[in-house]
C-alpha cells in the first residue's frame, strides 16, 4: 500500500477535470522511491503507439506533460540498431505494414525539450533492445543522443533474450542477460543515466541475475493488470527493493476485464470509469502503471485518482480467478502463440501455455 511513496508537490497537483469523471476524487500522484534514492512519479505515460501512428507521439507527450504526468516511458526501434538486409523482430502484421517503424525517442526527446517544464521535473525512461545486448554501451549512447534531453532517468533491458542479427541467443550463450547487466552497471559510470533496470523478467530469471548482481535493478516492467495480477512477482520484486512497473495496465487491446460485472460495480461506486479503477488498483498495490493514452480526456482520466476500500481491492485481486480471464493480454508482435520474441514461456519463466494463458 504505497509504503515507499510520498505525496508530490503542488507542481504535480491535476488541473480540476471537466469530464463524466468530475465527481471522482482528484488526488495527487505518489512518488516511489528507487533502491538507489531516485524518485519516481508513480503513474508514466506509455509511448508504444499500437494502432496509432507514431507522428502523433510528439504532441501525445506535449499534452500529457502539460496535463500533469511526469513519468515518460519511450519506445525503442529495433529498426535502428539493425544491419541492413535482416528481417524486422517486430512485423505488426495485423496492425500494419511489415515496415513499420514502432521506436520513437527522437520525437519524445523533442516534446519534452519544448515541454517548458525543467528538464529534472521529467522523468524520462528508455530500453536496450535485444538486438544490442553485445554492445550496450554503443546502443544506449545511441538512445541518449536520440533523446538529446540531458541524462536519462532510467534505461531499462527491455527483454531477457539477446538476438544477434536473426538468431536468438539460448540462455547460455553469450551475452547472456548477466553479461548484458553487467555492461549496464558500467553505464552508470558514464553520468548519463540515474538508474538502471530490467523488464519482463520472472522470479526464475530474477534468481539467475540477481546473484551476480553489483547493482540491484531499480525497476522491473512487466505486464500487470487485472487478468495478470502477478502477485508472487510482485512480492518477490518489492522483497528485493525492486520496484515495479505494471506495462499495458489496461490490458492493450483486450481489455476483458473493462467488461466485467465486478470492475463495473467498483467504477459505480467511485463515479469513476473502469480505467481509474484499474490505476487506482496499480498504484494501490505499490506498482508504477504507465497507461497509454493519444486521447486528452483520456490522459487526463487516468491520472485523476481515485482511492479503493480493501474490499474493493480484494474484489479486484480476484478477477483473475474468473474463467477465461487469467491471461496476458497484450501481442508480442507477430511471435507464435507459444513463443515471445525466440524465447519460450518455460525460457521467459512466465506460468503460461499456448497464447498466454496462465497455467495454475
Ligand atoms: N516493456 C515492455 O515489453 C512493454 C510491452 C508493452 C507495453 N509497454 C509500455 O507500456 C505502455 C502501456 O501499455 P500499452 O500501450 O501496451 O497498453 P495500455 O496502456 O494497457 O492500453 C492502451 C490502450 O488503451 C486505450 N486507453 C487509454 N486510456 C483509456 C481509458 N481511460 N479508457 C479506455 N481506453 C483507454 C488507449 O487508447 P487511446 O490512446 O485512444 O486512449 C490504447 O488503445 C506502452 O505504451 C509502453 O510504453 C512496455
Redesign the pocket.
Known sequence: MLSNTESITSAYLLPPTTMSIATAAVNAVPYLTLNNGARMPGI?M???????SNEIVEEMVKNALANGYRHI???IDPVFRLAVGIAHPFTFATISNAARVVGNEERVGKAIRESGLARSEIFLTT?LPNLAHHRVRESFEESFSKLNCGYIDLY?M??PQARVGDRVLQEDEHPTFVDTWKDMEKLLNTGKVKSIGI??FSIKNLEKLLPRCTVIPATN???L?PSLPQFELVKYCQEKGIVVTA???????K?IF?EDPDFISVAKAHNA????VAIAWALQRGTVP??????IG??K??ISLIHLTPEEMELVNNIHKKPGMHRSL?RFGDSPPDKIFGWTYEQLGWPMTTGGIVVA
Open positions: 508514466g506509455g509511448c508504444w503507439m499500437g494502432d496509432d516511458d519511450t519506445v530500453k531499462l527491455h527483454w523488464s519482463n516492467q512487466v505486464e493488470h506495462y499495458s495496465p489496461f490490458g492493450q487491446y481489455r473493462f470509469t473502469v480505467a481509474q504507465i497507461p497509454k493514452s493519444a486521447n483520456r490522459m482520466e487516468n497484450v
